[in-house]
Structures are given as structure tokens and as C-alpha cells.
């Protein structure tokens, strides 16, 4: 079976799994467990940020960013499209007690203009001002789009004028660092906290990373807590986020051509794609996408429908050449035919 329903699906590798076996290991509830402390150290270093915080998921980690950076009764501000609005199981609400306003925009990206124009600041009890805006890179509902750095200083300097805070969910963060050529922190020096999975396309079994300031940092670190993210001996986890940030991240690009490979190859075939394809993350239309579902995962393929007539496909580190090729023959033999 060629699993294309998302990069979490991937399994660590001999060398990673080698990796853990060995990990030193201490309370990090504590802050005595060594593997986690240099794979936060080794975060804030590639983000350029005062500290980094591990944590077990990536909704744990914006969640943390959102509610270390707000009130309750606030709002945050979001694509319509952010996964935090649309996957994260309305915790932004239910924990956080925050509002969210949305915000319009091509591929799951907002502009700075748009940004400038949806800012509440007031003295007014009546309103529920905005403290955060987020930004999600690469965007996973729009086809796994980027900000360039430019697009990001943009936005951030309009929010940063209004006194807003910036967060960047950068979930597939190096999948955007990879495509652009931009390093991580260039990115990350717009944004008063950064979020990145180790768990998608870096290949760890587990894990993300919250970057930040340190008083922002140690507010996270007390909610992380009270979230019940508090781990123990979790250098045995930390050490595959530091395998993958220390080898697996130029295998990224291979995702990417795998991906542009397929897409080429279907195109030519007559399947429609209804959103570009820059990097990992590939849709695709179809009359029916339920059915395609079942139809493609009979003949060998996984897949997952994001809507009616859409089909999500991911390439990641446990997909091979042949995989793709496989998947191809599939699609055009299963959606054409």
C-alpha cells in the first residue's frame, strides 16, 4: 500500500531509531533531560530566537503561542483556511477563550493589506481586540503555498505598527525553507514565536518545536504544563527531532520533486489540480472524491478527500521513486480509465 494521506504517516529510519535507543536521558519536567535541552538549544539556534520549547504536537504548540501572547476575550487573527481554525478541534476557543477573525486570501495566504484593514485596537468594551495575527507556512488547505520572506516582513511590520504580536505555524516550515532558499531564521526574525513539526516531513515519530523570547517562552512552558504536556524522560523522543534536523532535512526537495513529477505526469493525462503544487502537497480534482477514495485505496493508493471533489495527496521521506510511479499508473488506470 503507497501511503499518500499525509507526511505524519512517515517511520523513523535505522539511523534515527539508533539515535533513540542512545539518547541520554533525564526529567524534563525538570529541566534535567540533556537531549531535550540541546534539541531546544539546536531550535532557537536555527530560528534565532532566545529560547525553544518542546512539545508532544503541533496543535499544542500554536496553542501555546496563542495563549501565551493573549487574554481571553481577545482575537487572534487567521486565514480562513488555517489549520489551527479548521483542525485543531476548536481548542482556541475552548482553552484559550479567544475569538478568531478571519481572513481572505489566494492559497491560504493573507497580505498585508488585508491584514491592515482587519485590526482592532480600542478602548471600547464593547470590542474584542486583536493581539495575534498567524501565519501559516506552508499552507496545507492551499495546495502547500509559501510566504516569501518578503511577504512575511510585510505583514509583520503592519502588525508590529498596530501593536500586534506575529505567530508563524510553520508546521512544514522547512518544506517553505527548502522551495525558497530562505534559511529559518530569516523567516522566523518577523515573528515573535515560531512553530515547526518535527513529526511531518522531517520523519520523527513524534514532537514539535515552539520558538520564541524567554518571557514568552516561560509563559508557554506553564501552560505546557497545565496542558498536561509536561514529559519525562523525553530524550528518547528529543533525539529524533535532533536526528531529523541534523539529517533529513535536505531529503525535503525530494519530496518536492516527487511531487512535481506526479503532478506533471497526471496533468499530461488529463486530471485536473486545482491549486498549485510548490512543494510536498499536491490536490486534485475528481467527480466524486468519496468514491476515488475507496476506488484508489482498493488499487494500492491512500489518499484523503478534503472535500466533495477534492483528493489531497503528500509526498514524504517514506516514498520512493517507484512509489510515485506506482501511484501514477494507479491514478490514471483507477480515475481515467
Given at each position: 500500500m503507497i501511503?499518500l494521506r ?9 539511523g ?11 526529567d524534563?519536567?525538570?529541566g534535567?533531560?540533556?537531549t531535550?535541552?540541546?534539541l ?5 539556534a536555527?530560528?534565532?530566537k ?5 512539545v508532544p504536537s503541533?496543535?499544542?504548540a500554536n ?7 493573549t487574554r ?6 487567521l486565514h480562513?483556511d488555517?489549520?489551527?481554525f479548521?483542525y485543531?478541534?476548536?481548542n482556541?476557543?475552548?482553552?484559550g477563550g479567544?475569538?478568531?477573525r478571519?481572513l481572505?486570501?489566494a ?14 485596537r480600542?478602548n471600547?468594551?464593547?470590542?474584542s481586540?486583536?493581539t ?8 496545507n488547505?492551499g495546495?502547500g ?8 516582513a510585510?505583514i509583520?511590520g503592519?502588525?508590529h ?8 505555524d510553520?508546521?512544514?516550515?522547512f518544506?517553505a525553507v527548502?522551495a525558497?532558499g ?7 526574525r518577523?515573528c ?8 511531518k516531513?522531517l520523519?520523527?515519530?513524534v514532537?514539535?518545536?515552539l520558538?520564541?523570547?524567554e ?5 508557554a512552558?506553564?501552560?505546557?504544563k ?6 519525562r ?14 539529517h533529513q532535512?535536505?531529503?525535503l526537495?525530494e ?6 513529477w506526479?503532478?506533471q505526469t497526471?496533468a499530461?493525462?488529463g486530471l485536473?489540480?486545482p491549486l498549485?503544487?510548490?512543494t510536498n502537497?499536491v490536490?486534485v ?9 475507496v476506488?484508489?485505496a482498493?488499487?494500492g493508493?491512500?489518499v ?9 495527496v503528500v509526498?514524504?521521506r517514506?516514498?520512493?521513486d ?8 494507479i491514478?490514471s ?5
Amino acid at each position: 500500500m503507497i501511503d499518500l494521506r499525509s507526511d505524519t504517516v512517515t517511520r523513523p529510519g535505522a539511523g534515527m531509531r539508533e539515535a533513540m535507543a542512545a539518547a541520554e536521558v533525564g526529567d524534563d519536567v525538570m529541566g534535567e533531560d540533556p537531549t531535550v535541552n540541546r534539541l531546544q538549544d539546536r531550535a532557537a539556534a536555527l530560528l534565532g530566537k532566545e529560547r525553544a520549547l518542546f512539545v508532544p504536537s503541533g496543535t499544542m504548540a500554536n496553542l501555546l503561542a496563542f495563549v501565551a501572547q493573549t487574554r481571553p476575550g481577545e482575537s487572534i487573527l487567521l486565514h480562513q483556511d488555517a489549520h489551527p481554525f479548521h483542525y485543531e478541534g476548536g481548542n482556541v476557543a475552548v482553552v484559550g477563550g479567544l475569538l478568531t477573525r478571519l481572513l481572505p486570501g489566494a492559497q491560504g495566504r493573507i497580505s498585508a493589506e488585508t491584514l491592515a484593514g482587519s485590526v482592532i485596537r480600542s478602548n471600547d468594551h464593547h470590542l474584542s481586540n486583536t493581539t495575534v495575527v498567524a501565519l501559516e507556512n506552508t499552507t496545507n488547505r492551499g495546495g502547500g503555498a509559501f510566504y516569501t520572506e518578503a511577504a512575511f516582513a510585510a505583514i509583520a511590520g503592519v502588525a508590529h505598527e498596530q501593536g500586534l504580536r506575529v505567530h508563524c505555524d510553520g508546521a512544514r516550515l522547512f518544506n517553505a525553507v527548502t522551495a525558497t532558499g530562505t534559511p529559518p531564521d530569516q523567516y522566523a526574525r518577523h515573528c515573535d514565536t515560531v512553530s515547526f513539526c518535527l513529526s511531518k516531513g522531517l520523519g520523527a515519530p513524534v514532537g514539535s518545536i515552539l520558538a520564541g523570547d524567554e518571557a514568552t517562552l516561560e509563559e508557554a512552558h506553564r501552560y505546557r504544563k497545565m496542558l498536561g504536556g509536561g514529559m519525562r524522560q523525553a530524550g528518547i523522543l528529543a533525539a529524533a527531532g535532533l536526528y531529523a534536523l541534523e539529517h533529513q532535512v535536505p531529503d525535503l526537495a525530494e519530496d518536492h520533486r516527487r511531487a512535481a513529477w506526479f503532478r506533471q505526469t497526471l496533468a499530461t493525462q488529463g486530471l485536473t489540480f486545482p491549486l498549485p503544487s510548490p512543494t510536498n502537497i499536491v490536490y486534485v480534482e475528481v467527480a466524486e472524491a468519496p468514491k476515488a477514495v475507496v476506488a484508489l485505496a482498493q488499487a494500492g493508493v491512500k489518499v484523503f478527500a478534503t472535500g466533495p471533489k477534492r483528493l489531497r495527496v503528500v509526498f514524504h521521506r517514506d516514498i520512493s521513486d517507484a512509489d510515485t510511479e506506482a501511484a501514477v499508473e494507479i491514478f490514471s488506470r483507477t480515475l481515467l480509465s
